[in-house]
């Protein structure tokens, strides 16, 4: 009988740990979605953008007939922290999301690119290096 006893209390053990482990998550500032605007408006001439893994990708179909965004319209994402790409067809650059749920990117991008410490991510430049021509910032 005393081991029908131990047997009982190593299953109730078992099963209190198996739930407490299914249960086991991230902590839920990880999971929050912040709004986060992605405004690339001021690009000329107008084109088409991704978040790889969040909206549409513009090189998987006709670009007339695409779901993709276009630069010329602001769009408001739900991002949850973390890193992302930001991208076109001539460039792209990675940005974070971070816990507070607002941006933060490589101060190498600042001449192109703005919004650092709030929730709307503003690209000016349709290039980030100079291909040929000139480019649409000043080096340093």
Known sequence: MPRIGLLL??????????GAIGEAGP??????EHAITIDATTLHPPSWWYVPGVTPLI??????????????TARELKLKPGSYRFG???FDFPFTVNLDGVLEFPTT?????????MQTLTIRCSKTQPYGGQPEYTVK
Do not use: H, I
């Open 9 to 18: 209390t190593l299953c109730t053990l078992l099963t209190v740990t198996a």
């Open 59 to 72: 090189w998987s179909m006709d670009p007339e007939n695409t779901e993709a965004y276009r630069t010329s």
């Open 109 to 117: 991008l600042d001449q192109c690119v703005s919004g650092r410490g």
């Open 27 to 32: 902590p839920a500032a990880y999971t929050k």
């Open 88 to 90: 076109t067809f001539t």
